[in-house]
């Protein structure tokens, strides 16, 4: 099963993703569950046709739900649910834990079905199926308690609205849409912060042009990024590759990296380099930083312009059989006549002596 999905946004950009539900029927029945965080004018996350986001006045108003508190302690919130269309809408309302997508480290939340082992174990709303009337607001109040147990650090989640209405398309596979929407929220839970990153499994591979110097030369690096301390980070990626005899061939800080890594989560991310040596032997370093925390991993490369040096291979090995059947035939040419047998003489036969008659 595939997991709802939220999106990190910085700026008032919608981001949402159709993840998939595969279900045992006739047809195969894909439901995609839509979970849209945007950073409206309201600070709602919104996907057009409803929002959500905490309860608070218009002066104050909070993008999403940032909580502190103690363990065992508990905390009263409210969260609101906007309907924006001109139809009354139903939802199902519950709390999510988070993670880290491993395909991109998007910001995502776990489905109502799954196990809850944070916030979404225990924050509660007060009511789990709302009805909204068409252009009005429902709220609800959230209670979230913090077991005494629990690990300090950041435990973040979402109070998330779903449409529980599956739309089926047409066709021989059937297809269906299911949207959710979701407010994020970010629990701290008082105790030591350690931050700490890693970076894992650093792998390059390259893709050169068959005849060397008859195209570009690239080469992909893939790294594990891996948050494993107890606060979310906001990573930054440098990466570095070295030549032969120490030159640069690379420095970049890279850009394609997620902008929260949750605690205990990994992302497996890639990085293209364009460019890359045809001939060359080198390392490759990725430094990751992040407030109060860095780490470095490096692999080495060997480019090599593989057909030609397969070609150079085999004319080495048809040079070589022709060498040595030219020694050997030079030996046999060179090799003295070996010695004739002398003649052996014929064996004479003893003539017999004449008897004497008696």
């Known amino acids: 099963m595939r997991k709802p999905h939220l999106h990190p946004s910085s700026a008032p950009r919608p981001a949402a993703l159709l993840p998939a539900l595969r279900l045992s029927l006739p047809l195969c029945l894909l439901l995609g569950l839509l979970l849209a965080v945007t950073a409206a004018p309201a600070h709602a996350a919104d996907n057009g046709s409803w929002s959500v986001y905490p309860a608070s006045p218009a002066a104050a108003a909070r993008p999403y739900f940032y909580i502190s508190a103690d363990p065992g302690q508990t905390v009263e919130d409210k969260v609101v649910v906007a309907n924006r269309t001109g139809t009354p809408l139903t939802f199902r309302l519950y709390a999510a834990d988070a993670y880290n997508t491993a395909r991109d480290g998007g910001f995502a939340v776990r489905t109502v079905k799954e196990r809850m082992r944070g916030v979404g174990a225990w924050a509660k709303p007060a009511r789990d199926r709302v009805t909204v009337p068409a252009h009005g607001s429902v709220t609800v109040p959230v209670t979230l308690t913090v077991p005494r147990d629990a690990e300090p650090g950041d435990h973040p989640g979402a109070i998330v609205a779903l449409d529980e209405r599956v739309d089926t398309g047409s066709g021989s596979l059937a297809v269906g849409v ?151 035939g030079r030996a046999r040419r060179s090799e003295p006549a070996p010695p004739s047998r002398p003649a052996s003489p014929t064996p004479s036969r003893r003539r017999s002596s004449p008897s004497v008659p008696r």
């Not at 494993?228 to 394609?256: C, H, I, M, Q």
């Not at 990085?271 to 080495?300: I, M």
């Not at 070609?311 to 059989?321: D, E, I, K, N």
Request: hydrophobic share 45%; glycine share 10%.
């Open 178 to 328: 299911q949207r959710a929407v979701g407010a994020r929220v970010y629990l701290r839970v008082s105790g030591p912060a350690l931050p700490a990153i890693s970076v894992e499994d650093v792998r390059i591979s390259h893709h050169q042009p068959l005849v060397p110097g008859l195209g570009a030369s690239t080469a992909t690096i893939s790294y594990t990024l891996r948050n494993t301390g107890n606060v979310t980070l906001d990573p930054k990626v440098e990466l570095t590759a070295r030549g032969l005899f120490g030159r640069t061939l690379l420095s970049r800080a890279l850009t394609r990296i997620p902008a929260e890594l949750l605690p205990g989560q990994r992302v497996r991310l890639s990085e293209p380099w364009h460019g890359a040596p045809q001939l060359d032997r080198g390392d490759v370093t990725l430094t990751a930083s992040a407030q109060g925390t860095r780490e470095s991993a490096s692999a080495s490369f060997l480019a090599l312009p593989w057909l030609l040096v397969a070609l150079v291979f085999a004319a080495g090995v048809v040079g070589g059989v022709l060498l040595v059947r030219v020694r050997r």
